[in-house]
């Protein structure tokens, strides 16, 4: 090979990995461009590593941190429930009781960890700016474990850390409490407060949920932010898809039907009122769209995966009645994002319901966009973002 085909050859991988279109109004486009391309890289490497029979996404345990604590956090790694969690409390005393967010990670399910740089630098922020006691939790990952599971970790840390005896170990106010979450996260925070109102056991609810772009319906994969957004960054409609299908199943033939969203039976037609994006999304974000009824081609995927079904899944499923019950919902959801639609359903099924919601909508946002402020990525957006999302916070909270 010559020395020009050798350079083409080089220029052309070289573009393919560093060049993604990306909308006209990203900042900094270049250093977010250099980030999807090591994305991109990333996929291509858990394939590898999954065809060669070792954990997909084991690279990523790089991005883990260990516990550190400073002059003004003490961090410790601790379990709740057989649960681990990453606990921040601030050192300076205080003379009253303070506020506590629950946080849980994103990930689909099947990656992410409380000792994420991204999470723990997020855990420390809030306790310099909220001053609050900060749970940080974790639960067990897709594809080794399915749904429910996933839900049941962070309802058994939860619960464990509602309890007065804990609460009054780290100093927490019972009536100050934030459950949040993004992504993935945010699709369990919602689900483990519609569960928590059904719990005559926990006599301690909480003050507020946060939704940070999250995932809240497994049935329509056509919204029209799954049209808009499948090939954006970063979280392109085959990757949410796969996420989904590995939450429920290790069976590809899930993940097959889901991405020509025709994974539901006739039976489920009955669901799909609660997350017709045709009644339920702003006339701006439907931009002439056209909905069209759900294609029920695999029956028999719906009778062999039921989770999706699950109202612990899909909360958009949730009956009106059971959404009265729920507190003040912050959610924030990114324009270039698949989820975007989730997150704007649920925000019009709340305030139906007659839920105070206070919903952020990033213009230039996209998946992610919460970590975007770390060390890790480090992108103006993310900066602004975080400091919004905890001014929101300590004003609310």
Request: hydrophobic letters at 45%.
């Amino acid at each position: 090979m010559g020395k020009k085909s050798l350079c083409l050859l080089i220029s052309c991988v070289l573009a393919y990995y560093l060049y993604t279109p990306l909308p006209d109004n990203i900042e900094q486009s270049w250093r977010l461009m250099l980030t999807c391309a090591v994305f991109r890289i990333e996929m291509q490497l858990a394939s590898l590593l999954e065809m060669l029979g070792f954990r997909p996404f084991i690279f990523l345990d790089v991005l883990e941190v260990p516990p550190t604590s400073d002059e003004n956090v003490t961090v410790a790694d601790t379990l709740f429930n057989n649960v681990p969690v990453r606990v921040f409390v601030p050192k300076q005393k205080s003379s009253t009781l303070r506020r506590a967010v629950f946080y849980i990670h994103g990930g689909g399910w099947a990656i992410g960890s409380a000792a994420w740089a991204p999470y723990d630098e997020l855990g420390r922020q809030m306790v310099q700016k909220l001053d609050a006691v900060v749970v940080s939790t974790n639960y067990r990952l897709s594809p080794q474990y399915h749904f429910p599971t996933q839900f049941e970790d962070v309802y058994d840390a939860l619960r464990w850390f509602l309890r007065k005896k804990v609460l009054a170990e780290y100093g927490v106010d019972p009536t100050r409490i934030c459950i949040a979450g993004d992504s993935a996260g945010g699709n369990l925070a919602a689900a483990v407060n519609q569960k928590l109102l059904d719990d005559p056991e926990v006599k301690i609810k909480v003050k507020i949920q946060s939704l940070v772009y999250p995932a809240l319906q497994a049935l329509d994969m056509d919204l029209p932010s799954y049209r808009e957004n499948g090939h954006l960054p970063f979280l392109p409609k085959y990757l949410m898809v796969m996420f989904w299908s590995l939450y429920f199943t290790s069976d590809k033939a899930l993940a097959e039907a889901m991405l020509t969203n025709q994974h539901t039976s006739v039976d489920s037609s009955h669901l799909f009122k609660f997350v017709n994006w045709s009644t339920l999304l702003p006339e701006r974000f439907k931009k002439g769209h056209v909905y069209t009824n759900p294609i029920h081609e695999h029956s028999d995927l719906t009778k062999k995966f039921l989770g999706f079904l699950d109202v612990r899944a899909s909360p958009l499923l949730a009956e009106d009645s059971k959404l009265k019950g729920l507190p003040l919902t912050h959610i924030l959801t990114c324009q270039y994002d698949v989820l975007r639609d989730d997150g704007l359903m649920y925000l019009s099924r709340l305030k139906a319901a007659g839920v105070q919601v206070a919903h952020e909508h990033v213009e230039d946002g996209f998946h992610g966009i919460l970590s975007f402020g770390s060390p890790v990525i480090d992108l103006k957006v993310g900066h602004r973002i975080v400091n919004k999302y905890l001014k929101w916070l300590k004003e609310n909270l």
